[in-house]
T-cell receptor
Framework: GAVVSQHPSRVICKSGTSVKIECRSL??????MFWYRQFPKQSLMLMAT?????????EQGVEKDKFLINHASLTLSTLTVTSAHPEDSSFYIC??????????????FGPGTRLTVL | GQQVMQIPQYQHVQEGEDFTTYCNSS?????IQWYKQRPGGHPVFLIQ?????EVKKQKRLTFQFGEAKKNSSLHITATQTTDVGTYFC????????????FGAGTRLTVKP
């Protein structure tokens, strides 16, 4: 149980286009999902906390208008990178927390999305 | 904001040797989590420590939470090639316990 999927796994786009990444909890409900960015051989940098039915909470330095987050249901959060530029190229990973008591604080990570902006 | 510092950044060991990674915080942590990320993979939850001085074991892995709840360690006994990966500790963010902040990670390589 506790599987998180992410789509697409890889995307290559042209500079200036927008890219949407989906994060789904497949077998549990997640009121909270997290979006991270990871550069090669580096740690995970929290970008924002996605809350179902409300606005996302962004970390300092993360542009809200550039990284649009929507958490429309208890199983789906989306991250849209708007007007992507080469510096946005990175590995984007989402995670979700199961509201059930058995997994109170554990985060389940999706497989990640490798974004390359040409 | 709350940060967890993790050392060493890299560790290369011979198979069969032990391995330890350390995590430190300047402030008291309500809990600390450990994750493993295999090369090319995503982080996988290993364990959460909550109590002061807590020690938990998972086969060859031993996790400790300091008495002051400001530091933690992960020790692997007799490493195997399957232990290869990056080990991250994560502590609660500054807002509340809802978000977790990851340490820099320790990349472990094991020579057979």
């Amino acid at each position: 149980g506790a599987v998180v999927s992410q789509h697409p796994s890889r995307v290559i786009c042209k500079s200036g286009t927008s890219v949407k990444i989906e994060c789904r909890s497949l077998d549990f409900q997640a009121t909270t999902m997290f979006w991270y960015r990871q550069f090669p051989k580096q740690s995970l940098m929290l970008m924002a906390t996605s809350n179902e039915g409300s606005k996302a909470t962004y970390e300092q330095g993360v542009e809200k208008d550039k990284f649009l987050i929507n958490h429309a249901s208890l199983t789906l959060s989306t991250l849209t990178v708007t007007s992507a530029h080469p510096e946005d190229s990175s590995f984007y990973i989402c995670s979700a927390r199961d509201v059930g008591l058995a997994h109170y604080n554990e985060q389940f990570f999706g497989p990640g999305t490798r974004l390359t902006v040409l | 904001g709350q940060q967890v510092m993790q050392i060493p950044q890299y560790q290369h060991v011979q198979e069969g040797e032990d391995f330890t990674t350390y995590c430190n915080s300047s402030t008291t942590l309500s809990n600390i989590q450990w994750y493993k990320q295999r090369p090319g993979g995503h982080p996988v939850f290993l364990i959460q420590l909550v109590k002061s001085g807590e020690v938990k074991k998972q086969k060859r892995l031993t996790f400790q939470f300091g008495e002051a709840k400001k530091n933690s360690s992960l020790h692997i006994t007799a490493t195997q090639t399957t232990d290869v990966g990056t080990y991250f500790c994560a502590g609660p963010g500054w807002r509340d316990n809802n978000d977790m902040r990851f340490g820099a990670g320790t990349r472990l390589t094991v020579k057979p």
